[in-house]
């Protein structure tokens, strides 16, 4: 069985995912692809691909991609500046799988907390202070700080050995 982690990372927190779920599949048949570096699309039977969730859903970097897949196994994950509760992720899956394609099989989807970055830290606080939200934009700022974190990555590598065995 042949396997591609690909990932597009911003802030370098789906990045450390994917490399998790990379050391977790098998090593002899398994590439590695930064969306972002470009270069020809891994052929493969099973893709995990990861991004960074932008206002609820992927990147249209991530969109392209999948109409570029063409059948195969699909396995997402993802990171988040929010609680990853299991709602925003149905949420997520809903939005995003609408763009997988058609003769692709959906196999599910991990998700994690990640740390925010500092621009966007900003941009949330400023938020806060205008809705009157702004404690618990700070309590979420400073929760995502550790993040992903240990137990993110034991929680990744489930995943991968999950959807391995599923096939």
């Known amino acids: 069985m042949k396997y591609v982690v690909m ?12 490399e998790e779920i990379y050391q977790n599949l098998p090593e002899w048949d398994t590439d590695i692809y930064d969306i972002d570096k470009g270069g020809e699309i891994p052929l493969a039977e099973v893709y995990f691909i990861g991004f960074g969730v932008q206002r609820g ?60 970055e500092k621009e966007m830290r900003q941009s949330m606080l400023n938020q806060g202070e205008i809705s009157g939200y702004a404690d618990s934009i700070r ?15 034991a929680a990744a590598a489930a995943f991968a050995k999950k959807i391995a065995e599923q096939i």
Request: overall charge negative.
């Open 7 to 18: 990932y597009q990372s911003k802030s370098g927190n789906t990045e450390k995912i994917a």
């Open 139 to 153: 309590q979420l700022l400073d929760e995502s700080e550790s993040h992903p974190d240990e137990e993110d990555f």
């Open 57 to 116: 859903t992927c990147s249209m970097e991530i969109i392209n991609l999948f109409e570029k897949i063409k059948g195969g196994k699909i396995a997402l994950f993802a990171t988040c500046g929010s609680c990853p509760t299991d709602h925003y992720k149905k949420q997520i899956e809903s939005a995003v799988q609408v763009w997988l394609p058609e003769d692709s099989d959906y196999l599910g989807m991990f998700l994690c907390q990640g740390k925010i």
